[in-house]
């Protein structure tokens, strides 16, 4: 039976979340095509605000400089069928979110409730403008706790690690697949043991497995979620 409420306002949400190189960029870019709505990739807003304090020299570690850079930065992310821009007081910053010090960081300013309150404001904001597909990592628990739509997806450390080196071009070799699977991991760990929105699936979400599927495979078992909850027609 498809859901009557509770809505965000009259727009759609399909909450993807999960662990790192689980596929999550692939899925909802590929379900917001299918449904002609907006991707969201929330870890680009994360590393946004990553590379602010890095440009800063501020420690990503120490919560209360970081508090000094969100009372005052204003991170733009402008949604765009197929991509998006981020903006960092108004200067395109787009293309430098996907280094591997950006990455480390983003993932060091993500355990701070501050920094998390930070972008649950912003992240509501556009789910209140827009039909979305948005990934990330509490969007189903604690961003949109009501969305229409939730998936977690899951995949083995290997798999995951293969993806991402893939991702970010990364010419394998043993040592750079270990340390590439190293940093995976303890992402993983700082995102389940975080004492603010941890990793975690939603008591109601879909839970794919997406080891031995294929990007398209999970896009349809997503759509097949998105069709049971809502009129497509």
């Not at 859901?3 to 590929?30: M, N, S, W, Y």
């Not at 394998?172 to 992402?187: D, G, K, Q, S």
């Not at 043991?193 to 349809?220: G, M, N, Y």
Request: negative net charge.
């Amino acid at each position: 039976m498809k859901k009557t409420v509770p809505r965000i306002g009259e727009h759609l949400v399909v909450a993807i979340d999960g662990p790192a190189g689980v596929g999550k960029t692939t899925v909802a870019g590929a379900v917001a095509d299918k449904l002609s709505i907006y991707h969201i990739d929330t870890g680009a807003m994360y590393r946004a605000l990553a590379l602010k304090a890095i440009d800063e020299g501020i420690d990503c570690l120490r919560e209360d400089s970081l508090d000094e850079i969100i009372e005052d930065v204003v991170i733009e992310y402008i949604p765009q069928r197929g991509g998006y821009k981020v903006l960092v007081d108004s200067v395109d910053v787009t293309d430098r979110l996907r280094t591997p010090e950006v990455t480390r960081a983003s993932s060091d300013i993500a355990v701070h409730r501050s920094v998390r309150e930070f972008m649950v404001s912003l992240q509501r904001g556009i789910g209140e403008r827009y039909d979305i597909t948005m990934e990330g990592r509490d969007i189903g628990t604690v961003v949109f706790p009501n969305a229409q739509v939730k998936i977690f997806l899951t995949a083995s450390s290997i798999e995951r690690t293969r993806r991402r080196m893939i991702q970010d071009n990364i010419s394998y070799n043993p040592t750079e697949f270990l340390r590439v699977m190293n940093e995976i991991e303890a992402r993983d760990l700082n995102d389940s043991q975080r004492i603010f929105a941890p990793l975690r699936p939603a008591s109601d979400a879909k839970i794919i497995d997406t080891t031995c599927l294929t990007a398209s495979e999970v896009v349809e078992i997503v759509m097949e979620e998105v069709r049971r909850n809502w009129d497509t027609s």
